[in-house]
């Protein structure tokens, strides 16, 4: 029993595999969405980005002047800016308007509750979980899903946002 939840503890593989295909498809409509503002807002970057020849990395950056590379690093951020907003209102309508769970969630049958009452969550701390998950994602990039380390080492199962906002994930 997580505090006053009397649902069982979802379990991991199956969290995992929701929050897996959540994030897959709110990285989909986060490309489109940048392959649609890139050409529009940052013209000169697109450009460069459009001439690489392939070239990635290191290899890339080295090619180009300092210029060039402020206008990348503008563009890395406003990548990273647009990615955050996408997973934060990607999970919080979704998780709003299910009750609590996102197609993800709603596909392998958990849902977010909260922990003091086994209820489900008001929208405000939705939104506060939403959040500090995706602000996990995008800042912890290279480990996808760094949230979920915090959840194997723990008793309760629950991941660092859910700690965070009084949440847990509970299944059937």
Not at 11 to 36: C, E, G, K, S
Not at 140 to 161: E, G, K, T, V, Y
């Amino acid at each position: 029993m997580v505090f006053g939840v009397k649902n069982k503890q979802s379990p991991l593989p199956r969290r995992f595999a929701a929050y897996f295909l959540d994030v897959t498809l709110a990285l989909m409509l986060a490309i489109t969405i940048l392959l649609w503002v890139y050409p529009k807002f940052f013209p000169q970057s697109w450009e460069i980005l459009s001439g690489s020849s392939g070239k990635i990395g290191q290899e890339f950056l080295l090619h180009q002047s300092d210029g060039d590379r402020a206008e990348l690093l503008h563009l890395f951020a406003a990548t990273q800016l647009v990615i955050f907003a996408i997973l934060t209102l990607y999970f919080w309508l979704s998780e709003v308007l299910s009750g609590g769970g996102s197609l993800g969630k709603c596909m392998f049958r958990v849902r977010v509750l909260d922990c003091s009452s086994g209820k489900r969550p008001d929208s405000i701390r939705l939104f506060l979980r939403s959040a500090t998950s995706s602000l996990c994602l995008t800042v912890c990039s290279p480990f996808l899903f760094a949230n979920f380390i915090c959840a194997i080492f723990r008793r309760d199962r629950r991941c660092f946002h859910d700690i965070i906002c009084g949440t847990c994930v509970g299944g059937d």
